[in-house]
């Protein structure tokens, strides 16, 4: 039992983008475009996908999974036989990012799980993203070749040594094609600066800087040195008996390079300003709706706990996802979020079997489309949700192999409660607490998702016309 469960239980929103990513009313169409992964029934606990990720341009996407490996697919050109056919993601390059490791000083096994992936916008031809597991965080460079040197002078053509006395003339080497490879080359390594889990890493919007959080600290890196790290954030207590809280997850301002928001499993957010002092213990604001007394319940302090925290891309607003809920907050109004939407509220009378069967303590993550009008988060069966915060209205979804024929239109999934089920409704007692949607991501400025589904990666569109 990890260290937050055992306390639990004691770049803007761009007006012109809105009518490419469209309102989520009764005419938006979401179909199938892939599906990526094997048949859950051959899937190991290593092919389960723990973390998902577009590029800043939309034109990579990286998943990350339990095994340690990263797989980055591209997007393909749109064809110029079918104009409004928009290109599939093809795997470009997968390597082994993080390997188990031993802490012998605490006897503890460090999982080489991937539990975040952030890019780095691009600068030259080569990509760049970072990849975390509990400890460390690496930076990778992940570059395409399709030239090689040859007709060096002291190597022969297969990179032996040559004998210096039969080396009589002087070579120019050249640079011949040869088949396009990429390459994934580890250029930093940022170790040992965590005591606990790291849940979160964010890039600066400096890009010079990024953080690390975990269960107690939140630690601030240069990308050019890896041996040292600034701690920002600390709520340590002198006795570890008086713990009260941990941080859940930390993100950066997109815009304003001084500040970032904290989360914690009392349901707070914190706002802190690196401006104000080194150490960013003291918030410069604090984010919480006051408990109802009349809803108080043995799970209240569960299900309040924050699981992901998102700044909007106009940074204007914060979304936050607990267990029931996904929260939207200004920026200027502290006291209670300005909305509220019901993830999955027909939960709320099955809390007990959902602590028994540790279902209760699933993270999921929250996501905003481009122009930061609709959101989208998880829930059990394979469903996901999207709240349109302009109609308020809602659709629930499923990623499942029965509807993944090509262009197939997802159609709406609801929910019964109780009482008479309608033919396409699906009972609350009935859903599959082992199928989850923990990850999904949001392509920066098109209506594309991507939604990890165990070992599955499924990719949907909005039907094009």
Same mark, same amino acid.
């Given at each position: 039992?990890?260290?937050?469960?055992?306390?639990?239980?004691?770049?803007?929103?761009?007006?012109?983008?809105?009518?490419?990513?469209?309102?989520?009313?009764?005419?938006?169409?979401?179909?199938?475009?892939?599906?990526?992964?094997?048949?859950?029934?051959?899937?190991?606990?290593?092919?389960?996908?723990?973390?998902? %990720?577009?590029?800043?341009?939309?034109?990579?996407?990286?998943?990350?999974?339990?095994?340690? !490996?990263?797989?980055?697919?591209?997007?393909?050109? $749109?064809?110029?036989?079918?104009?409004?056919?928009?290109?599939?993601?093809?795997?470009?390059?997968?390597?082994?990012?993080?390997?188990?490791? &031993?802490?012998?000083?605490?006897?503890? $096994?460090?999982? %080489?799980? @991937?539990?975040?992936?952030?890019?780095?916008?691009?600068?030259?031809?080569?990509?760049?993203?970072?990849?975390?597991?509990?400890?460390?965080?690496?930076?990778?460079? +992940?570059?395409?070749?399709?030239? =090689?040197? $040859?007709?060096?002078?002291?190597?022969? %053509?297969?990179?032996?040594?040559?004998?210096?006395?039969?080396?009589?003339?002087? /070579?120019?080497? +050249?640079?011949?094609?040869?088949?396009?490879?990429?390459?994934?080359?580890?250029?930093?390594? &940022?170790?040992?600066?965590?005591?606990?889990?790291?849940?979160? @890493?964010?890039?600066?919007?400096?890009?010079?800087?990024?953080?690390?959080?975990?269960?107690?600290?939140?630690?601030?890196?240069?990308?050019?040195?890896?041996?040292?790290?600034?701690?920002? +954030?600390?709520?340590?207590?002198?006795?570890?008996?008086?713990?009260?809280?941990?941080?859940?997850?930390?993100? &950066?301002?997109?815009?304003?390079?001084?500040?970032?928001?904290?989360? *914690?499993?009392?349901?707070?957010?914190?706002?802190?300003?690196?401006?104000?002092?080194?150490?960013?213990?003291?918030?410069?604001?604090?984010?919480?709706?006051?408990?109802?007394?009349?809803?108080?319940?043995?799970?209240?302090?569960?299900?309040?706990?924050?699981?992901?925290?998102?700044?909007?891309? *106009?940074? !204007?607003? @914060?979304?936050? =996802?607990?267990?029931?809920? +996904?929260?939207?907050?200004?920026?200027?109004?502290?006291?209670?979020?300005?909305?509220?939407?019901?993830?999955?509220?027909?939960? /709320?009378?099955?809390?007990?079997?959902?602590?028994?069967?540790?279902?209760?303590?699933?993270?999921?993550?929250?996501?905003?489309?481009? *122009?930061?009008?609709?959101?989208?988060?998880?829930?059990?069966?394979?469903?996901?949700?999207?709240?349109?915060?302009?109609?308020?209205?809602?659709?629930?979804?499923?990623?499942? !192999?029965?509807?993944?024929?090509?262009?197939?239109?997802?159609?709406?999934?609801?929910?019964?409660?109780?009482?008479?089920?309608?033919?396409? %409704?699906?009972?609350?007692?009935?859903?599959?607490?082992?199928?989850? @949607?923990?990850?999904?991501?949001?392509?920066?400025?098109?209506?594309?998702?991507?939604?990890?589904?165990?070992?599955?990666?499924?990719?949907?569109?909005?039907?094009?016309?």
């Amino acid at each position: 039992m990890n260290l937050e469960r055992r306390q639990v239980h004691a770049i803007c929103g761009l007006s012109s983008w809105s009518s490419r990513l469209g309102a989520l009313t009764q005419d938006t169409l979401w179909c199938f475009s892939q599906l990526k992964g094997t048949v859950e029934i051959g899937a190991t606990e290593a092919d389960i996908i723990s973390t998902v %990720e577009f590029n800043h341009t939309g034109e990579l996407l990286a998943t990350g999974d339990k095994g340690g !490996r990263v797989v980055i697919f591209q997007r393909e050109q $749109e064809s110029k036989n079918q104009v409004h056919r928009r290109g599939e993601y093809n795997v470009y390059s997968t390597f082994q990012s993080h390997e188990p490791e &031993f802490d012998y000083l605490k006897s503890l $096994e460090i999982e %080489e799980k @991937i539990n975040k992936i952030r890019w780095l916008p691009q600068q030259n031809a080569a990509y760049f993203l970072l990849s975390t597991n509990d400890k460390t965080v690496k930076l990778w460079k +992940v570059s395409e070749r399709d030239k =090689r040197p $040859e007709g060096y002078n002291l190597k022969d %053509e297969e990179g032996r040594l040559r004998d210096p006395a039969t080396i009589t003339t002087l /070579r120019v080497p +050249v640079l011949r094609p040869m088949d396009l490879m990429v390459e994934a080359t580890p250029r930093r390594v &940022f170790a040992n600066a965590h005591t606990y889990h790291i849940n979160s @890493i964010s890039v600066n919007s400096d890009y010079e800087t990024y953080m690390s959080a975990d269960d107690l600290r939140i630690n601030l890196w240069n990308f050019e040195i890896t041996n040292q790290s600034f701690n920002i +954030v600390d709520i340590k207590p002198a006795n570890m008996e008086e713990l009260t809280e941990v941080i859940t997850a930390a993100e &950066f301002h997109p815009h304003h390079c001084n500040t970032f928001v904290y989360s *914690s499993s009392k349901g707070t957010i914190r706002l802190c300003d690196m401006r104000a002092s080194a150490l960013c213990d003291r918030h410069t604001k604090f984010f919480e709706e006051p408990e109802d007394p009349s809803n108080r319940s043995f799970f209240s302090e569960i299900i309040s706990s924050i699981s992901d925290v998102k700044f909007s891309h *106009s940074g !204007r607003y @914060i979304m936050t =996802r607990d267990y029931l809920t +996904v929260k939207v907050w200004d920026l200027n109004m502290e006291n209670r979020p300005i909305e509220t939407y019901q993830v999955h509220d027909y939960l /709320r009378s099955k809390l007990c079997s959902l602590y028994e069967n540790d279902c209760i303590f699933d993270k999921f993550e929250c996501v905003w489309n481009g *122009s930061d009008s609709v959101i989208m988060t998880g829930s059990y069966n394979n469903f996901f949700r999207m709240f349109d915060r302009n109609t308020k209205r809602d659709v629930t979804l499923e990623a499942s !192999r029965e509807n993944s024929k090509p262009r197939a239109i997802l159609k709406p999934r609801k929910v019964c409660v109780g009482g008479k089920r309608r033919k396409d %409704e699906i009972s609350v007692d009935s859903l599959d607490f082992s199928k989850k @949607i923990l990850h999904t991501a949001w392509h920066p400025s098109e209506n594309i998702i991507a939604v990890a589904a165990t070992n599955n990666l499924y990719i949907f569109q909005d039907k094009v016309n």
